[in-house]
């Protein structure tokens, strides 16, 4: 049976970045069990080091969080997973995940460091199926003298993660930018061949400076673009009776305010 020296369980939990130390006490040792033919039996409990760490298994991620967790290996993979998984969202409310957010991949997976001298290509992604194997593999490695000193069975593992999608940034509506929306305002009423309204162009000027910068035009389908259509086609209805009773040469003034803006025009009668 192979055995790694005594010194590896200090290197084994070493870890880069601002990880800060353990703050679990060892456990009692676990009385040594051994099978019929003098092989040692797998414990039914461990300590794991998780340390979660932003970029892709078996790359060059370095550094990250660590928080340390407590299991009974004969619950299995899916309960230590969710352990780990409740693990990262302590590691959320930390100040430098909340300067720089981080999120879980689509496919979220535990990773395991089965020697001390594994490189992170060698890191075991953790499923149902080789779960005790994997344990029982780096408890192989470990001398009773191991067990001694660190108070029981402790292994690594590793959670990946990326850094969250920044939310798009919205801007203020200044001049410079609403003239920018103006041009591409006008450039999709020349290739669709029609003509907004007044109060509809204003409107869509003002929404389409506040986007994101490279948002493509588009006529948003909400009420107030909906509202804004209506005024446009009640006001130039006004204007078509204002051009059939003309003759009566009556004139008055229209004033209407539209979402925080002013319209006016003269009406004849």
Known sequence: MRTEPSSQVA????????????????????????AVDGSRLL????????????????????????????FDIQEGYA??????????????????????????????GIYLKRARNDSQEKYVLLTPDNF???????WKLLTPGDLARIGDFRVEAFLYVQ??????????????RIQNARVQRMAYEA??????????????????ARRPDGTAFEIPSDNTTSQAIALDQTREAMH?????????????????K????????????
């Open 11 to 34: 290197s084994d939990l070493s870890v880069q970045g601002d990880s800060g130390a353990s703050t679990i006490q060892p456990w009692p040792v676990e009385a040594i069990r051994l």
């Open 43 to 70: 414990p039914h409990r461990a300590e794991a080091v998780l340390v979660v760490r932003v970029g892709e298994p078996h790359g060059r991620a370095r550094g990250g969080w660590r928080k340390d967790i407590r």
């Open 79 to 108: 309960v230590f997973k969710e352990k780990c998984l409740s693990k990262f969202n302590e590691v959320l409310s930390t100040p430098k995940a909340v300067k720089r957010p981080i999120q879980l991949p689509e496919n979220v």
């Open 132 to 138: 005790t194997a994997t344990l029982h593999h780096r």
């Open 163 to 176: 850094r969250a999608t920044p939310p798009e940034q919205f801007h203020r509506a200044a001049a410079q």
């Open 191 to 208: 290739t669709n061949s029609i003509a907004f309204g007044a109060i509809t162009a204003h409107h869509l000027d003002v929404i389409h």
């Open 240 to 256: 078509r009776d204002d051009d059939a009773s003309e003759s009566t040469r009556q004139t008055g003034v229209v004033t209407l």
């Open 258 to 269: 539209f979402n925080g803006c002013l319209w006016r025009w003269t009406s004849f009668h």
